[in-house]
């Protein structure tokens, strides 16, 4: 009787919490539209960027990192490493933060070097809203045609990324 009781008190909360995380509210706007950012971002001479600068008919790896975080810095070295591995996936590093702090990451990793890795600031942080980012770093993957395929938060093996393409 006591298990019946708990249940029929519990129900109530339980069945809030269920609608709660199927409320179309708190979906991430990339995971309702299943397509790139088009917030408009700043590449290293301060140009605009969006999605539809992209190179057409390759896949993408969105690459959100902070230029404070230790695991966005392993990953950048590991993904440096292995950037033949890429083929011709384009890899859109974008960090939130202002761009003279990008341009830093930029010059460090000499980003300039590969020319399938675009970087860019967002310092809106409007990008971390769109992709719902709670930890650093966010990885989404997108098929030749830009439609999400695989999203990641936090630290995430080369391997598992390298599958998804």
């Known amino acids: 009787m006591r298990r019946w009781l708990c249940l029929l008190l519990l129900l109530p909360a339980l069945l809030k919490a269920q609608s709660h995380t199927n409320d179309p509210a708190n979906i991430p706007p990339f995971k309702q539209f299943s397509i790139i950012s088009p917030q408009p971002m700043q590449l290293y001479g301060g140009q605009t960027f969006t999605k539809n ?9 969105v690459f959100l990192f902070s230029v404070e975080c230790d695991h966005c810095a392993h990953m950048t070295q590991d993904i440096l490493k292995n950037i033949d591995k890429f083929g011709k996936t384009t890899l ?3 960090t939130p933060f202002r761009l003279d702090r990008m341009k ?3 010059d460090q990793y ?4 590969y020319p ?5 600031a967002e310092p809106t942080r409007q990008i971390v809203y769109y ?8 990885i989404y993957i997108y098929d030749k045609k830009h439609r999400l395929v695989a999203d990641y938060e936090g630290t995430v093996k080369l391997d ?4 998804r393409l």
């Open 131 to 138: 992709y719902g980012l709670h930890n650093f770093p966010g």
């Open 92 to 94: 859109l590093m974008i």
């Open 116 to 120: 399938n890795i675009i970087m860019a």
């Open 53 to 61: 600068d992209l190179p057409r008919n390759k896949p993408v790896v």
């Open 160 to 163: 598992t990324l390298l599958k």
């Open 110 to 113: 000499n980003i300039g070097k």
């Open 104 to 106: 830093a990451w930029y």
